[in-house]
Nanobody
Framework: QVHLAESGGGFVQPGGSLRLPCVVSGAIADHVVWYRRAPGHQREHVAVVTPSGQTMYTDSVKGRFTISRNSAKTTVDLQLTDLTPEDTAIYYC?????WGQGTQVIVSS
């Protein structure tokens, strides 16, 4: 059975940083996508790492967020830096049809 578990969310001030791990069990973390859903908004694609290791980001997070995968392909991290209140959302990781439960990030002074 495939299971994804996000963690690392929390409350942070503008300009701060967080690291969100997505731990994958029961499958290889080959094509993993991080999404987020902000209050009152639709779910948004944030970053993806492909089976070949290519990474892509939505424009609003380029240069601030970094997605990375460990060599065992069991964990995909999303490093968030220079956070703004607009980054406040629940962050989810996705592997094919499987989803984690999400982890909440709140950016506020």
């Amino acid at each position: 059975q495939v299971h994804l578990a996000e963690s690392g969310g929390g409350f942070v001030q503008p300009g701060g940083s967080l690291r969100l791990p997505c731990v994958v069990s029961g499958a290889i973390a080959d094509h993993v996508v991080w999404y987020r859903r902000a209050p009152g908004h639709q779910r948004e694609h944030v970053a993806v790492v492909t089976p070949s290791g290519q990474t892509m980001y939505t424009d609003s997070v380029k240069g601030r967020f970094t997605i990375s995968r460990n060599s065992a392909k069991t964990t995909v991290d999303l490093q968030l830096t220079d956070l703004t209140p607009e980054d406040t959302a629940i962050y989810y990781c996705n592997l094919h049809e499987h989803w984690g439960q999400g982890t909440q990030v709140i950016v506020s002074s």
